[in-house]
């Protein structure tokens, strides 16, 4: 404790818990985590040493298997001196990744935050588990109590359209997660000469251009990102074809100079799943310097954005945005233009209304 902030390496001390918790004294990892929390933890720029220190104590109590583990876990991160709401999010990715439902449902009658449970029975659901059936879990996941909390809008199973969510992998050493986003090759959609490109009118409200962004705030809060979230009405029903050359004609920042012989432009039909699934990772991982909401947050984030992609009322349940996603046609896009980063973190999405005559556009990057 008091020699903590002289190390140059904390290793040693990772060891010393990594040989605790093989010995089977979880306890011990917890009340060091709590203890360091106590001493550390409360200055708003805490030292590196007591934060690498702390994320080893918890990944290894989150994700190692072993009876003690998963409460002692929950009574490190449930303590007085680190509770937390970001901690809680990321508890419960932690603990749903590496532990079984059955040895979860502690959680639930234990010493564990409203909010720690909320994000655990989402992280759960993500994950394929049924929470209404699970012992120890569905009495609560089931429970009218918590609908008021954010989370209780989303459905306690996925949808088809979610299928299998790229979620990350934990271990005591480290984490790991795919991107289905980034630069695409430099290739240049097929703009038709001689097709109808309705005129449109921009109707962009500050509320619209929020619920859009939404899967892609974190980029911008905590990280080096950019969004462009834009709506228009159209004067025409919108053929497909028409979908670059419309696209072009808008003015977007993010595709000023696309077409062009130094700028790249490609627009691709895109499943309602795809979209989903980008703005579930962008979401849930984060950005360039950032980790990202966590999975539950994630899950929401995502569909709030397909919400504002559809220009569904905020009081639609979740069942009515996935209808109206599926009545409309995706497309994803991407420009070799000065806006685009072109690092890691790009996302170019636009949604056609079932009428054609309403176009609502997602455009993100993000830098190291």
Excluded at 72 to 96: E, G, I, P
Aim: contains cysteine; charged residues 20%.
């Amino acid at each position: 404790m008091t020699k903590l902030p002289g190390l140059k390496s904390v290793t040693d001390v990772w060891k010393v818990a990594d040989r605790r918790l093989a010995q089977g004294d979880a306890c011990f990892l917890a009340d060091l985590g709590i203890a360091l929390a106590g001493t550390y933890g409360s200055d708003p720029r805490p030292i590196w040493q007591y934060g690498s220190v702390f994320d080893h104590l918890l990944r290894l109590l989150a994700t190692t298997p072993g009876p003690g583990n998963v409460s002692q876990a929950l009574r490190l991160v449930s303590s007085a001196a680190t509770a937390d709401r970001k901690l809680d999010r990321y508890a419960a990715s932690l603990l749903a990744s590496s532990q079984p439902a059955e040895e979860l449902a502690v959680a639930f009658t234990g010493n564990a935050s409203e909010e720690l449970r909320a994000c655990l029975v989402h992280e759960l659901v993500l994950r394929g588990a049924d929470v209404t059936e699970a012992p120890g879990i569905a009495g609560w996941a089931t429970s009218p109590h918590w609908r008021r909390h954010p989370l209780g809008w989303l459905p306690l199973a996925l949808s088809d359209m979610e299928g299998q969510p790229d979620l990350p992998s934990y271990s005591a050493q480290g984490s790991s997660c795919s991107m289905p986003f980034g630069p695409s090759e430099d290739r240049n959609a097929a703009v038709v000469a001689g097709v109808h490109v309705p005129s449109a009118e921009e109707t962009t409200t500050e509320t619209a251009a929020k619920g859009i962004g939404t899967a892609v705030a974190n980029w911008v809060e905590e990280s080096n990102g950019r969004i462009e979230a834009r709506v228009f009405e159209l004067a025409d029903a919108l053929e497909d074809v028409s979908v670059p050359s419309v696209l072009l004609t808008l003015g977007l920042e993010c595709l000023e100079g696309a077409g062009k012989k130094q700028a790249s432009f490609s627009v691709t039909a895109c499943p309602p799943n795809r979209a989903w699934r980008v703005l579930f990772a962008a979401a849930s991982t984060g950005g360039a310097y950032n980790s990202g909401a966590r999975g539950a947050y994630g899950r929401l984030a995502a569909w709030q954005s397909l919400a504002g992609l559809t220009g569904v009322a905020e009081a639609a349940t979740a069942k009515a945005v996935e209808a109206r996603v599926r009545e409309c046609a995706w497309y994803g896009f991407s420009a070799g233009t000065k806006w685009f980063e072109r690092v890691a973190w790009d996302i170019g999405l636009v949604a056609v209304s079932t009428e054609h005559r309403r176009l609502a556009v997602l455009a993100a990057t993000d830098t190291d």
